[in-house]
């Protein structure tokens, strides 16, 4: 295989998922398939990507650089969107997370493209989800996406209880954390099924309770009619300006709430 252009994309899944749509650009601007150098916690979001040529994993920041020249790579590029994004909003206070690829194509002299995340299930990861919606054979879903803070959530365990005390007896609940599920019959806590998977089930949800960018992003990437009719991020977003950018996009049904009062209003 001729190693033409290598990239490292090498933090967060959500990051990731948004870099799909630049390295789809720099695919079409150099007529090659394109490889990926990435750390495991977000190798699968390559996963199935027709102008991706390998996937190559690296255990921290900085080392697919190496790892990509090492291989033989003719031309090595930084996208890992945490490096860009703090280059891009030393200039402007109000960069926001999701331009980032679009101004890190800039640099590289590429022309605007579609900015949107990208996520391309598999076959089998389309049947399994056909199969769990069968399962639920109608019955009312949300999902929660964590019992615990993340970096960008204010949520604690009483916004968590407030949800599930909400919904508990009326709704399956599809449980996203890897620990902390409620012992009930209407409590699925997913833990057999890869991130990858879970996605494609968000689907089948009437509403997602997001405290952080990873499966909202995956969310973002799929078709509207196959997103969560509704969306509430419980987040701080004062850094990375998802809010009102994706309040400008309008890319899905998403309700942002800030603190306890609001949630509750929320879920009224």
């Given at each position: 295989m001729e190693r033409i252009v290598g990239v490292e994309s090498s933090?967060?899944?959500g990051d990731a998922l948004f870099n799909l749509s630049l390295i789809k650009a720099l695919s079409e601007h150099f007529s090659c398939k394109i490889g990926v150098a990435?750390?495991?916690t977000c190798a699968d979001a390559f996963v199935n990507i027709p102008w991706i040529s390998e996937i190559i994993e690296i255990p921290a920041f900085?080392?697919?650089?190496?790892?990509l020249n090492e291989l033989g790579y003719q031309r090595t590029i930084q996208i890992t969107q945490n490096d860009k994004f703090f280059q891009f909003k030393n200039h402007d206070h109000n960069h926001s997370l999701i331009d980032?690829?679009?101004w890190t194509g800039r640099e590289l002299g590429l022309p605007n493209f579609d900015q949107h995340p990208i996520f391309?299930?598999?076959e089998e990861e389309i049947r399994i989800s056909n199969e769990y919606g069968q399962t639920l054979n109608g019955q009312p879903t949300i999902a929660i996406e964590s019992i615990a803070k993340s970096g960008q959530s204010w949520a604690d365990h009483n916004a968590i209880k407030m949800i599930i005390d909400r919904y508990i007896n009326t709704h399956k609940i599809l449980w996203l954390s890897n620990q902390g599920a409620p012992e009930h019959p209407?409590?699925?806590?997913l833990l057999r099924y890869s991130r990858r998977q879970i996605i494609m089930f968000l689907q089948h949800c009437e509403t997602f309770f997001s405290v952080g960018s990873g499966f909202l992003c995956g969310i973002l990437a799929l078709p509207p009619k196959e997103q969560p009719k509704h969306t509430v991020c419980l987040w701080v977003?004062?850094?990375?300006?998802?809010e009102y950018k994706l309040n400008d996009l309008q890319w899905a049904n998403i309700i942002w709430v800030h603190n306890h009062?609001?949630?509750s209003i929320a879920l009224n």
């Amino acid at each position: 295989m001729e190693r033409i252009v290598g990239v490292e994309s090498s933090h967060g899944f959500g990051d990731a998922l948004f870099n799909l749509s630049l390295i789809k650009a720099l695919s079409e601007h150099f007529s090659c398939k394109i490889g990926v150098a990435t750390q495991p916690t977000c190798a699968d979001a390559f996963v199935n990507i027709p102008w991706i040529s390998e996937i190559i994993e690296i255990p921290a920041f900085w080392h697919g650089m190496k790892k990509l020249n090492e291989l033989g790579y003719q031309r090595t590029i930084q996208i890992t969107q945490n490096d860009k994004f703090f280059q891009f909003k030393n200039h402007d206070h109000n960069h926001s997370l999701i331009d980032t690829p679009l101004w890190t194509g800039r640099e590289l002299g590429l022309p605007n493209f579609d900015q949107h995340p990208i996520f391309i299930p598999t076959e089998e990861e389309i049947r399994i989800s056909n199969e769990y919606g069968q399962t639920l054979n109608g019955q009312p879903t949300i999902a929660i996406e964590s019992i615990a803070k993340s970096g960008q959530s204010w949520a604690d365990h009483n916004a968590i209880k407030m949800i599930i005390d909400r919904y508990i007896n009326t709704h399956k609940i599809l449980w996203l954390s890897n620990q902390g599920a409620p012992e009930h019959p209407n409590v699925d806590n997913l833990l057999r099924y890869s991130r990858r998977q879970i996605i494609m089930f968000l689907q089948h949800c009437e509403t997602f309770f997001s405290v952080g960018s990873g499966f909202l992003c995956g969310i973002l990437a799929l078709p509207p009619k196959e997103q969560p009719k509704h969306t509430v991020c419980l987040w701080v977003d004062d850094l990375y300006k998802y809010e009102y950018k994706l309040n400008d996009l309008q890319w899905a049904n998403i309700i942002w709430v800030h603190n306890h009062e609001e949630l509750s209003i929320a879920l009224n």
